[in-house]
């Protein structure tokens, strides 16, 4: 069954994941990685895109993008077309790179937008690239250490997340970092990387007590967020 067509909207927080066609590496090495960034400052500065989290793994990549003046199916695919393009010609194969289209989940900012930052953030962990926090905190590949001042780039917008810990910023980061080292032993979280009424409802044992009210919720694949949330948007 084909994906459905992504929603967007002027100011709408996605949590876009980009996978290896048959979950092959998409990063083979630093100048790989390096080549990313570069094509997506390009092309976030371009279209005036916020970025607020981000992480590369070698098969994979996350990022929390807003949208801007610009839709995110065209920043993305500029972004992966021209990525594609060098990575093919630089390793001398053929065909196509990524699978199928991104996944592009439009999530309810006020709910979901910290939790995001967190998961997305400690992906680098739970994929064993980093031994610890210490570790995470330094690495190049990922948003949390431009949170906490220790990687550099200007494209990521580090100020709406860490204003939301505290108005200092040496305070702001010691709590952010906080924030992210309880959520360590939180591991995979599958409810924050799609939509559907199971997300919207809670889980499991909310949809069943749905069943036999005479209320009833809506809720789509695309989007991660309560059920009133997702009515007003599909609207």
Same mark, same amino acid.
């Given at each position: 069954m084909s994906r459905k067509a992504c929603i967007d909207a002027p100011g709408a927080l996605h949590h876009i994941i980009v996978r290896g066609i048959e979950r092959r590496k998409i990063f083979l090495d630093d100048f790989?990685?390096?080549?990313?960034?570069?094509?997506?400052?390009?092309?976030?500065?371009?279209? $005036?895109?916020?970025?607020?989290?981000?992480?590369?793994?070698?098969?994979?990549?996350h990022l929390l993008l807003k949208t801007g003046t610009t839709a995110i199916a065209t920043v993305m695919r500029r972004r992966l077309t021209g990525y594609a393009?060098?990575?093919?010609?630089?390793?001398?194969?053929?065909?196509?790179?990524?699978?199928?289209?991104?996944?592009?989940?439009?999530?309810?900012?006020?709910?979901?937008?910290?939790e995001l930052v967190r998961y997305i953030h400690l992906n680098p962990l739970r994929a064993g690239l980093v031994a610890?926090?210490?570790?995470?905190?330094?690495?190049?590949?990922?948003?949390?250490g431009v949170l906490m001042g220790k990687v550099a780039h $200007?494209?990521?917008?580090?100020?709406?997340?860490?204003?939301?810990?505290? +108005?200092k910023l040496s305070m702001a980061?010691?709590?952010?970092?906080?924030?992210?080292?309880? +959520?360590?032993?939180?591991?995979?979280?599958p409810d924050l990387v799609g939509g559907g009424l199971l997300r919207s409802a809670g889980g499991w044992a909310m949809v069943k007590a749905m069943r036999r009210s005479p209320s009833r919720m809506k809720g789509d694949e695309r989007i991660l967020g309560e059920g009133d949330f997702v009515e007003a948007l599909l609207r």
């Open positions: 790989d990685r390096d080549n990313f960034l570069k094509h997506l400052y390009n092309v976030l500065s371009e279209t $005036a895109t916020p970025c607020f989290a981000w992480a590369l793994i070698p098969n994979h990549a393009v060098s990575f093919n010609r630089r390793h001398r194969r053929h065909g196509q790179l990524f699978q199928n289209r991104y996944k592009s989940i439009l999530c309810q900012e006020e709910l979901y937008l910290l610890e926090l210490k570790s995470l905190d330094k690495y190049p590949y990922s948003g949390h $200007a494209w990521q917008d580090v100020h709406y997340i860490l204003k939301l810990f505290d +108005g980061r010691r709590r952010y970092r906080e924030f992210v080292k309880k +959520g360590i032993s939180d591991g995979r979280r």
